[in-house]
């Protein structure tokens, strides 16, 4: 496997999608590979900070906010139509 190869399927590998297989292959590369290995880390770094912060509750008001905005009615301009 080439460094390409496994940058192209990391994220595959770390979300367990790929086949056993190619999973085998970039694991041995990983081994082998600090570049690689590296590069690797920051996609797991990524993904664990994106998990994180989809885990944080959107503010109190925010609900409140886009129920209000919804029931306000809509005011069309004539003048400004398609
Ligand atoms: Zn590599």
Redesign the pocket.
């Known amino acids: 496997m080439?460094?390409e190869e496994?940058i192209f399927h990391a994220q595959a590998h770390s979300h367990g999608q790929l086949t056993w297989w190619r999973s085998l292959a970039i694991t041995r590369?990983l081994d082998?590979?600090p570049?690689?290995r590296g590069s690797y880390q920051q996609v797991l770094d990524r993904q664990t900070v994106l998990t994180n912060k989809c885990q944080e509750s959107a503010p109190a008001t925010l609900e409140a906010r886009i129920f209000e905005a919804i029931a306000s009615p809509v005011t069309l301009d004539p003048d400004n139509s398609w």
């Open positions: 080439h460094c496994l590369h082998d590979c570049n690689c």
